[in-house]
C-alpha cells in the first residue's frame, strides 16, 4: 500500500506542486505572447506595406477660360514617403472626327501635400492612334453587329505615365489633373472624353516587397521572430522576479538557522539546555494543582505499627523485623508504638 501511495504523495509535495504551477504559468504566458504576435505582425503589414494600387476618378470641369481641369481629394494610404511609386492616367476616348483632328493634347498632373505645397508635377503629351479612312471603314463593318447590338463602341484607350518611380517626402492629400488642348480656341472645341482616372501604383523592393509577394511565409516568420523576441523578454523578467522571491526565502532560512545555532552554542557552553520560556499563568496553576494532589497522596500513607512483649520473644521479633524492614526497603522508616500484648 505504501508503495503505491508514494507516487501519489510524490506528486502532490510540494516541490510537485509548485513546478505545476510555474509550467502553467509559463504556458499560458507563451499562448498569450503567441497570439499577441499575430497581432502585432498584422498592425506591422497594414503599417508598413501600403496598398499596391490606387484607382482614382476623376472628373474634368470644362469652362470657357482655362482647359479641363479636376480637382481630387486622395486617401492618406494612396502615397506613403519614401516609396517609389508610378501615376497613370488612364484616358477613355470617343473616335470622334473631332478628337481625331485635335491632334496632340498635353496632360497635367499636381501633386499637393496637407499644406498646399507642391510636392511633384508633370506635364506630358498625348495623341489618338490615326486610321486611315478606308481602314475605319473596314473596320466599321466588321464590327457593326457588336456595334449596333450595343456590346461595342466606337471609343479608344489611353494610357499616359506622368510619374515614375518617384519618391515623394510626405504624403499626398490631393492632386490636380487638366486636359489642355493647345490648337482648340475655346473650351466647345476641346477634346471629349468618356472619363479619366488615376492610378497611383507602388513599387516595392526589399522586404516589402518579400511581405507582399510571399505573404504566408513571412507572417509565419514574422510572427515567429516576434514570439521568440517577447518570449525572451518574459523569461528575463520571470527570472528576475523569481530571484527575487528565492532571495527573500533564503534570507529567513538562514536567519532562523542562525538563531537555532547560537541555541546550541549556549547550550554546549554552559553544559544545560537552554532555558525553556516563562510559563503563563494557566500552566502555572496546573503545577500547583499537581504538587498539591502529590502532598495529599503522601499524608495518606498508614504508618505500620509493631507490638513487642516482654514474654522472652523480643529478640525474635526484632530479628522478625529487621528482617521485614530488610526485605521492604522501599516502606520508609516505621514507627512503633509501646503497647501491651496479653499473654
Do not use: C
Request: hydrophobic fraction near 40%; avoid cysteine.
Amino acid at each position: 500500500m505504501d508503495m503505491m501511495m508514494g507516487p501519489l504523495r510524490l506528486a502532490g509535495s510540494k516541490p510537485a506542486r509548485r513546478a505545476y504551477l510555474t509550467t502553467f504559468l509559463l504556458a499560458s504566458g507563451s499562448l498569450f505572447l503567441l497570439f499577441l504576435s499575430v497581432f502585432t505582425y498584422i498592425l506591422f503589414y497594414i503599417n508598413y506595406v501600403p496598398q499596391i494600387g490606387l484607382l482614382q476618378p476623376v472628373y474634368l470641369q470644362y469652362s470657357s477660360n482655362q482647359p479641363p481641369t479636376a480637382y481630387l481629394t486622395l486617401p492618406s494610404y494612396a502615397m506613403i514617403p519614401h516609396q517609389p511609386y508610378t501615376v497613370t492616367v488612364h484616358l477613355r476616348l470617343p473616335s470622334s472626327p473631332s478628337n481625331m483632328h485635335t491632334g496632340n493634347f498635353m496632360l497635367h498632373l499636381t501633386l499637393l501635400s496637407a499644406t498646399n505645397k507642391t510636392l511633384a508635377s508633370s506635364r506630358r503629351p498625348a495623341i489618338m492612334t490615326y486610321r486611315s479612312p478606308l481602314l475605319e471603314r473596314i473596320d466599321t463593318l466588321l464590327r457593326a453587329p457588336l456595334l449596333v447590338s450595343g456590346w461595342q463602341r466606337q471609343e479608344e484607350f489611353l494610357s499616359v505615365v506622368l510619374l515614375e518611380d518617384v519618391i515623394l517626402p510626405s504624403r499626398v492629400r490631393s492632386a490636380s489633373v487638366s486636359v489642355d488642348t493647345p490648337s482648340a480656341p475655346s473650351a466647345a472645341a476641346a477634346i471629349g472624353v468618356y472619363d479619366v482616372a488615376v492610378e497611383f501604383r507602388a513599387r516595392f523592393t526589399g522586404v516589402r516587397w518579400l511581405m507582399h509577394n510571399y505573404r504566408i511565409t513571412t507572417f509565419l516568420f514574422g510572427t515567429a521572430l516576434f514570439w521568440g523576441i517577447e518570449v525572451v523578454f518574459m523569461t528575463i523578467v520571470w527570472w528576475v522576479v523569481y530571484s527575487q522571491f528565492a532571495a527573500g526565502v533564503v534570507e529567513k532560512e538562514s536567519v532562523e538557522g542562525e538563531e537555532s545555532d547560537e541555541e546550541d552554542d549556549d547550550e554546549r557552553r554552559t553544559g544545560y539546555p537552554s532555558p525553556s520560556p516563562t510559563p503563563g499563568p494557566e500552566e502555572e496553576g496546573r503545577a500547583a494543582e499537581e504538587l498539591y494532589a502529590d502532598d495529599e497522596v503522601s499524608s495518606s500513607e498508614e504508618e505500620v505499627v509493631v507490638d513487642v512483649g516482654d514474654s522472652g520473644l523480643g529478640s525474635t521479633s526484632e530479628s522478625a523485623g529487621s528482617t521485614a524492614r530488610a526485605k521492604a526497603p522501599g516502606m520508609g522508616v516505621q514507627r512503633r508504638r509501646p503497647g501491651v500484648v496479653g499473654i
